[in-house]
Nanobody, 121 residues
Framework: QVQLVESGGGLVQAGGSLRLSCAAS????????MGWYRQAPGKQRELVAT???????NYADSVKGRFTISRDNAKNLVYLQMNSLKPEDTAVYYC???????????????WGQGTQVTVSS
């Protein structure tokens, strides 16, 4: 069993900043990818940013230059620094992890419960 626990969401004015944090715990041997997705009301869940263990990052075009993802691999933590927030960034943000269990080649996906980010205009 793997748990992802997010923190750091909230209400902020347009142009402001927020930092999301996520901690992975449980039966984990390695976490190959950690990242963030978001889902706005009436829309599909979409990629925000991901980061691999070796530091390769991937960002949605809509957040490039404004959001920064970082990881603490030793502690299975991932962060999302969000600057210059816009009302269209309003969504529930979900932490994501692709991990392996000791002695297994298979990779598994885990999701957090989500944290609300609301950007007012």
């Amino acid at each position: 069993q793997v748990q992802l626990v997010e923190s750091g969401g909230g209400l902020v004015q347009a142009g402001g900043s927020l930092r999301l944090s996520c901690a992975a715990s449980g039966s984990i041997f390695s976490v190959n990818v950690m990242g963030w997705y978001r889902q706005a009301p009436g829309k599909q869940r979409e990629l925000v940013a991901t980061a691999t263990t070796v530091g390769t990052t991937n960002y949605a075009d809509s957040v490039k230059g404004r959001f920064t993802i970082s990881r603490d691999n030793a502690k299975n933590l991932v962060y999302l620094q969000m600057n210059s927030l816009k009302p269209e960034d309003t969504a529930v943000y979900y932490c994501y992890a692709r991990y392996q269990r000791r002695g297994q080649l298979a990779q598994y996906d885990a999701w957090g419960q989500g944290t609300q980010v609301t950007v007012s205009s």
